[in-house]
């Protein structure tokens, strides 16, 4: 029990929060490096997607992919260095708590000895109470960090995304000629009016590849303009 008091235990007691405080500022700058990077990593397959919708589907395709796995790993990145920042939060408040305890302890075992001197039940309570927060402050973190993170690649959301792509450069065109775009105008028109119904079979029918060309062949319209 003396040992919190004094000697060389007792100095590394105290120095074991600034060890570990600077162990994860460490690791939170890095962190946050990395964030920085996958959201430059977003941009730069974006960008790439976009220029090569027109010329190479493949590659277009490929971009977005990547910019999805990009995605993935910042929200995990985002999620660790949040779960950093809560541990030297955690820490931090601890440490604060135990120096300021500390100080406590020292102005009241002076005083004790004035008057008589300092009861061992007083120091064990102490020490009991410090356990049970540093306890609570482990099971906070371990709470925050079981928490699942991400979700797989959905290649559909890649082909709305490619559409989105395509429909949101058409209007911006259209609209500046001041013409309203064709999209608008076909949802206007009766299924049988814009072509809509095939012979032979149904819409439900159509394979998914005639889809993506669909998609891709109105990029390409759009680039062309």
């Known amino acids: 029990m003396w040992g919190w008091f004094g000697g060389s235990g007792a100095q590394k007691r105290r120095d074991a929060p600034k060890d570990a405080i600077l162990g994860l500022r460490q690791q939170l700058d890095m962190l946050q490096k990395r964030e920085r990077h996958l959201e430059n990593q977003m941009a730069e397959q974006?960008?790439?997607a976009r220029k090569n919708v027109a010329v190479n589907k493949t590659a277009a395709k490929a971009a977005l992919r990547r910019k999805k796995q990009h995605e993935h790993s910042l929200e995990q990145t985002t999620a660790q260095?949040?779960?950093?920042?809560q541990q030297i939060y955690s820490i931090e408040a601890a440490n604060i708590n135990q120096e300021t305890l500390l100080a406590m302890q020292k102005a009241g075992q002076a005083m004790k000895k004035i008057h008589g001197g300092l009861t061992m039940d007083k120091i064990d309570q102490t020490?009991?109470?410090l356990r049970e927060q540093h306890a609570l402050g482990q099971e906070i973190g371990e709470a925050i960090i079981s928490a699942p993170i991400g979700e797989p690649v959905d290649e559909q959301d890649l082909e709305a995304e490619l559409e989105g792509m395509e429909q949101e450069q058409i209007d911006e065109r259209m609209l500046k000629g001041g013409v309203v775009p064709v999209s608008d105008e076909i949802h206007r028109l009766p299924a049988a009016a814009n072509g809509t119904l095939v012979k032979g079979k149904s819409t439900k029918e159509q394979?998914?590849?005639?889809?993506?060309?669909?998609?891709?062949?109105k990029l390409q319209a759009e680039m062309a303009m």
């Open 46 to 48: 974006d960008a790439l």
């Open 81 to 85: 260095i949040a779960t950093i920042e």
């Open 207 to 217: 394979p998914e590849e005639e889809d993506e060309e669909a998609e891709l062949a």
């Open 127 to 129: 020490m009991d109470e």
